[in-house]
């Protein structure tokens, strides 16, 4: 890799972006305000701070502030062969050209490190170690960036997950889930579940599960007069004072008190 360029910059009424086409690639990180770019003539991309852009070579393309104000850092590089240590990096990235890549957000501390670390190097009197310094912080940025993207995408997918895992934990409210069914439903170990469902929920499974319960057998004693017994059935107790406990030490009161004060009349 050959880094062109490592600095700071600002977009505003005077300073606007481009119109420009780079035979290298150009990397923009917003870190207050924001900015509107277009690209390829046809697309329209909305930066903010903590989001930033890789613009692949020959790729035609402009912009302005869309406030008063906007600071960004800009990294211009190059690859000039294949000989990387980083070849995730390079093989992700080398050769493409008439594109771009959006990072939608980052750890901006992290991030922002690396960018003033790559900056500090540019202002040193040039030496081909402090370029191979400058090449091996923009590669270390480049990958934290990537990164973020992957643990973003892994965060959808992961919330995605959850929400089929509570419609299957809603069909199944008459049985007697464990949390090794639930984990394995997952297919996570048990252990590995326990804790993202606790970051995810702020509860445990079980107590999340029969809070699923203790909401759908409050509604039932709201609006129908379905027995207690049948309702204790629908939620997998088998005699009606285990169902009594449960509901009273969820709801601070009985079921036969919640219906008599919650059931319409007429």
């Not at 190059?78 to 070849?87: H, K, M, P, Q």
């Not at 889930?177 to 445990?204: C, E, I, Q, Y």
Request: aromatic share 12%; hydrophobic share 40%; glycine share 6%.
């Amino acid at each position: 890799m050959r880094c062109l360029l490592n600095n700071y910059g600002e977009f505003d009424e005077v300073h606007t972006i481009g119109p420009a086409v780079w035979p290298h690639f150009d990397l923009i990180c917003v870190h207050k305000g924001e900015v509107l770019i277009r690209l390829l003539k046809d697309r329209e991309v909305l930066l903010t701070s903590g989001q930033g852009i890789l613009i692949y070579p020959d790729t035609p393309f402009d912009g302005y502030s869309k406030v008063v104000r906007t600071d960004v850092s800009v990294h211009h590089f190059a690859f000039e062969d294949n000989r990387s240590s980083f070849s995730h990096i390079y093989t992700s990235i080398a050769g493409k050209r008439q594109g771009f890549e959006i990072f939608p957000s980052y750890s901006v501390p992290e991030i922002n490190r690396e960018i003033a670390g790559a900056i500090a190097l540019a202002y040193q009197d040039f030496s081909p170690l402090l370029q191979d310094m400058r090449a091996a912080t923009m590669l270390l940025m480049l990958a934290k960036l990537k990164l973020c993207v992957a643990r973003s995408r892994g965060k959808v997918a992961q919330a995605s997950n959850f929400e089929d895992l509570i419609e299957w934990l809603r069909s199944r409210m008459e049985e007697s889930l464990t949390l090794d069914d639930m984990a394995a439903r997952m297919n996570l170990s048990t252990s590995h579940f326990r804790a993202l469902f606790k970051t995810h929920f702020g509860v445990a499974p079980g107590n999340f599960f029969l809070g699923l319960k203790m909401q759908e057998a409050a509604r039932l004693l709201r609006e129908t007069w379905t027995p207690i017994k049948e309702i204790a059935a629908r939620f997998g107790y088998i005699e009606a004072p285990h169902f009594h406990r449960a509901f009273k030490s969820y709801h601070n009161i009985t079921p036969n008190k919640y219906r008599l004060t919650h059931l319409p009349r007429g």
